[in-house]
Each structure stands twice: as structure tokens, then as C-alpha cells.
């Protein structure tokens, strides 16, 4: 011990950066960005000859279906697939699996995500959406977009979804919200109650995508919110303020007093 | 020297922003008894872990463990209840015990989520119990998309840390 003397100590310090330096610049390799067919129902499929990563244990992908604006980080852990939407709500960089550690990384800022999106290390600090991924008859892996998360109880049938406003007591009051997906909805869906009564203008659906970098828009206090970057909308999803500079995609509605019924068509 | 080693350890460690590396990403990889739930593998399946009476091992293998397709806690900050529920995001603890429960779906009232050392009065085991998803009284059972799905030895597991005064263990 007393030979550890100050100059060691001074010796032993300086390798700390130096350490950090070289821990540091471990690069994180980015995956493969492939474009793949659009999606058909909202199932992805990738074909496995295009896409040989997805053979071997660790290996992923980037797959951007056509058409689409979003892409999807889709890996094989050796047992299973998984998929998660590969923009990190950080700033939009596309994550990249990492093997051996069992996460998707941001190799912009670091952000860490379990292969079920949980957010694991910031400076991201929501998740990132996962999806249900495997491998059909033929072998080729498909990613699930439209899953229903299990707030709606109906699917989408002939391109719509329906559900009483009994289903969801707080749809009752002017100002309640609803978020969830129905299973074969494109996107997750923000019901919201605009005004007593019934007809189109007493129920407003609009997608819980946020036009800016994709997170998930949450309700607050009578209005639209995400969590990433501020940006704000009302309850009929216009723009009203952030970095989003546009209003979120809106369904056509119908509403006959008891029923609500959510169309996957558009509207202006 | 094993100073030495230690600082270079650590210094790298930092570099990796901390985190550890996970036991899993999919279900596939915990084998045929457990399940991947935010990187940790947990025995038993998503409706019946395997749990101890406390509340960190009811919080982290039951509560934090989500449902539907993205299985992920619905009761966050981020989830698809997050209107219809309370948050039981990160360590909820005092977002369960002796808390008041909205039941915004249901008639009843005074209801309070955990309440200690009486099982039969917390609005949670009710709510896990109901096989229901339009109770008159107590709105829908939960998990809202299988009410009622949640196996009796979970629920046990449950009822017995509420009898023992639901501590924050």
C-alpha cells in the first residue's frame, strides 16, 4: 500500500479518460436499411432472401415498406422476432440492434429500448411502439402493424370499427377521451367527446401518431399532447402549437347517440 | 493494480450510459417457463407470474408487466388507459395504498385500491376478480382486453400481501 504513491495515483488517474475515450468510441454499427413491399391489411412481410440478417441469431434490419413514411427496426434474437418502430422519439434517429446486450440503441444520443420497447436509457424517455413480428408458412417474416392493443373490444370489419359509447363511460361527458387501437385500425386512435347530443360533430377520431416524429399524442386537460417534443392539438387533432407544424390525420365519425362508428377512410 | 482495474472498468462501464445488458428480447428466449417483460425474464406467464408477497415483486412482475400487443404497462404514462385508469407507472405505491379509486364505470363508491390488511374492501382484487367487462358497480373487470384473466395463485399471492398490511417491501 505504500507503494501506491502519488505519482501512481496521478498514473492510475490519467487512465480514466483515456479509458473513457476509448470505451466511448465504441460504434455502434447501424443496420441495413431495406425497402420492402407496403404493407397489405397492416402485415409487413419480408422476405427472408432479401433480408438474410433475419437468419441468424442477432442479426436486423431497417425495413421501410413502400409508401410508408415510417420504418421499423425488425430483429432475430435467435428464438423469435421482434419489431419495433425504428425512429427514436428522442430525435428521430433510427435505432439499431444491439446482440449482445438484447436492446435497440439510438447511435445518435445512446437512448437504450428493450426489444419490447421500453425505454431502458434516456435521453429518450417514452417507448418506442413494438409490434408483433414472425415468420409465415413460406418463412418469411411479417410485422403485425395493425394489432389491436385491447382497449376495443371490436375489430375493423368492411373498413370500420364500431363500439357503444357504453363501452367507455367517459366518452358520456363533453372533454372525455378514449385512446387505443382497434385491432386492423391503422394507427392507434384518440376518441374524443366534442359536444353533447349526436352526429359527426359530437365525436371527433383522430390518429394518436403525432405528424412531428411519431410519438404517441396523449390527452391533457381538454387538449392533444406529445411527450416528445410539446407539440399541441385539439381535440379534433389541429394544430395548435410545437415543432409538429401540422394537424394529426383525422377518421371519418359517425355517431347515432349510442353508437360510435370509426371509419378507416380519411378526412380533410 | 486491481485499482487500476477497477477505474478502467468502471470509467468504460460509464461509457455504455449504464445500462445492462437484458436477459431477453422476445418470450423465445426465456425458455417454455417464463416471459419477457421490459428486457427481464419472469417465470410463470403474463396472466399468472410467479410472484412473492411484497409489493416490489407484485410492482415489477405483475403491475409493470402490460397486456395487449406492444406488452407493456397499459396503466403508464404513455398507454392506452391512461384515461380510464390511474398510473401505475415506475413504483406506484402510493398510487395504490389507501388511495381513493375513481371508478369512473361503475356506481360504487368510497372505494379505496389498496387498503391494509383488508383484502376483501381493496378496490384492486375487485377489479382483478371481476369477470365482467360492464360491472354496473364496478365498471369493467380488468385486464381490460380479459377481465378476470388473472390466474388465483397471482391473486393469492395479492390478497396476502394486502392481509400482511401491504407494506412497501
Known amino acids: 500500500m505504500a507503494d501506491f504513491t502519488r505519482r501512481a495515483m496521478i498514473r492510475t488517474a490519467a487512465l480514466v479518460p483515456l479509458a473513457a475515450k476509448v470505451g466511448c468510441a465504441r460504434r455502434i454499427d447501424t443496420n441495413r436499411e431495406l425497402a420492402v413491399p407496403a404493407a397489405v391489411d397492416g402485415d409487413v412481410t419480408i422476405a427472408l432472401a432479401q433480408a438474410p440478417e433475419l437468419s441468424k441469431a442477432g442479426g436486423a434490419i431497417v425495413a421501410r415498406p413502400q409508401g410508408s413514411f415510417g420504418a421499423y427496426m425488425v430483429a432475430y434474437t435467435g428464438s423469435g422476432y421482434l419489431a419495433l418502430r425504428a425512429e427514436c422519439p428522442h430525435e428521430g434517429c433510427h435505432v439499431a440492434w444491439v446482440p449482445e446486450d438484447r436492446q435497440a440503441e439510438c447511435p445518435c444520443h445512446g437512448s437504450r429500448f428493450a426489444g419490447d420497447g421500453t425505454v431502458l436509457n434516456p435521453p429518450a424517455v417514452v417507448n418506442l411502439t413494438s409490434f408483433p413480428a414472425d415468420a409465415d408458412a413460406q418463412g418469411n417474416v411479417v410485422v403485425h402493424l395493425f394489432a389491436g392493443d385491447g382497449t376495443f373490444q371490436e375489430k375493423v370489419q368492411n373498413g370500420q370499427v364500431s363500439f357503444p359509447v357504453a363501452e367507455f363511460p367517459v366518452l358520456a361527458n363533453v372533454g372525455g377521451v378514449v385512446l387505443g387501437r382497434p385491432s386492423g385500425f391503422p394507427s392507434p386512435l384518440l376518441v374524443s367527446r366534442l359536444a353533447a347530443g349526436s352526429g359527426p360533430d359530437a365525436i371527433a377520431a383522430v390518429s394518436a401518431i403525432c405528424s412531428h416524429l411519431g410519438c404517441t399524442v396523449l390527452p391533457a386537460s381538454g387538449m392533444l399532447r406529445c411527450p416528445c417534443h410539446e407539440s399541441v392539438f385539439d381535440l379534433t387533432g389541429r394544430f395548435l402549437q410545437g415543432p409538429a407544424g401540422t394537424g394529426l390525420v383525422r377518421y371519418t365519425v359517425t355517431f347515432d347517440g349510442t353508437t360510435v362508428t370509426v371509419s378507416t377512410t380519411t378526412r380533410a | ?169
Not at chain 2, 114 to 132: C, E, I, Q, W
Open chain 2, 1 to 169: 493494480m486491481p485499482l487500476r482495474a477497477c477505474i478502467l472498468a468502471l470509467a468504460a462501464a460509464g461509457c455504455f450510459g449504464g445500462t445492462a445488458p437484458a436477459q431477453c428480447g422476445v418470450d423465445g428466449d426465456c425458455g417454455g417457463s417464463a416471459f419477457c417483460a421490459q428486457g427481464t425474464c419472469i417465470e410463470g406467464t403474463r396472466t399468472c407470474p410467479t410472484l412473492q408477497p411484497t409489493f416490489s415483486s407484485i410492482n415489477s412482475r405483475f403491475l409493470q408487466v402490460g397486456c395487449g400487443a406492444r406488452q407493456l404497462n397499459c396503466h403508464a404514462t404513455d398507454s392506452v388507459a391512461v384515461e380510464s385508469g390511474p398510473s401505475f407507472f415506475g413504483h406506484p405505491y402510493t398510487t395504490l395504498v389507501n388511495a381513493p379509486a375513481a371508478n369512473r364505470a361503475g356506481s360504487a363508491r368510497g372505494l379505496i385500491l389498496v387498503k391494509p390488511g383488508d383484502p376483501a374492501n381493496s378496490f384492486l382484487l375487485t377489479k382483478l376478480r371481476l369477470t365482467s367487462s360492464t360491472d354496473p358497480a364496478f365498471g369493467p373487470g380488468q385486464p381490460a382486453p380479459a377481465p378476470g384473466s388473472t390466474c388465483a395463485e397471482t391473486l393469492a399471492v395479492i390478497e396476502q400481501w394486502i392481509q400482511r398490511g401491504a407494506p412497501d417491501d
